[in-house]
């Protein structure tokens, strides 16, 4: 199995602030690497796919980049509504699609 | 708009069985396959597997063969998952998420449905 390791596990942040997520898959996924933004109670909500491409209706603030094993998500000026739990997910294995472990993101 | 709405919380002894239903609006059912994830109290995601929607062939993830069973009824756009020999640990949010591309990523999912075992 691919095991996808997050980091940092948990973040504090002030609004305006840039931050980065990392994900890192334990062997090259090329581009299988999507990002889920989790609300408490609330289902995830699809953020970025295939590494970097934007889901329609997601603010431009968040951005993703990488390939092979390394990837980020990026949100380049914290807003109140961002504040939530965050999971890369890689799709390129093989009977197993696993999800990286969480990043909580809260405010400063 | 696509919508998938869950069927609502269940409360369960250990040993029963279980059935979540998933349906599907908005869209073309069979056109889009489903994945199935789990989330334990507390816990991140797991991928549970996926069902092709227009051939009824399940895959499932290591950890969920045996007790767990995918299954569709297309006639009213519904996907079900059945867990059987229910155990305590088996309390979880149960979400279905439709596949949105080649690139096997989960862009819609229903509102989740709880499962609490427990005697």
């Known amino acids: 199995d691919i095991q996808m390791t997050q980091s940092p596990s948990s973040l504090s942040a002030s609004l305006g602030d840039r931050v980065t997520i990392t994900c890192r898959a334990s062997?090259?996924?090329?581009?299988?690497l999507n990002w889920y933004q989790q609300k408490p109670g609330k289902a995830p909500k699809l953020l970025i796919y295939?590494?970097?491409t934007l889901q329609r209706g997601v603010p431009s603030r968040f951005s993703g980049s990488g390939s092979g094993t390394d990837f980020t998500l990026t949100i380049s000026s914290l807003q109140p509504e961002d504040f939530a739990t965050f999971y890369c997910?890689?799709?390129?294995?093989?009977?197993?699609?696993?999800f990286g472990q969480g990043t909580k993101l809260e405010i400063k | 708009q696509v919508q998938l709405v869950q069927s609502g919380s269940e409360l369960k002894k250990p040993g029963a069985s279980v059935k979540v239903s998933c349906k599907a609006s908005g869209y073309s059912f069979t056109s889009y396959a489903l994945n199935w994830v789990r989330q334990a109290p507390g816990q991140g995601l797991e991928w549970m597997g996926w069902?092709?929607?227009?051939?009824?062939?399940?895959t499932y993830a290591q950890g969920f063969t045996g007790r767990f069973v995918f299954s569709l009824d297309t006639s009213v756009s519904t996907a079900h998952l059945q867990i059987s020999s229910l155990k305590a640990e088996d309390t979880a949010v149960y979400y279905c998420?439709?596949?949105?591309?080649?690139?096997?990523?989960?862009?819609?999912w229903g509102q989740g449905t709880l499962v609490t075992v427990s005697s």
């Open positions: 062997q090259s996924i090329s581009t299988y």
């Open positions: 997910q890689e799709t390129y294995g093989t009977l197993m699609y696993s």
């Open positions: 295939s590494a970097s």
């Open positions: 998420a439709r596949v949105g591309s080649s690139w096997y990523e989960s862009d819609y």
């Open positions: 069902i092709n929607t227009n051939t009824g062939n399940p």
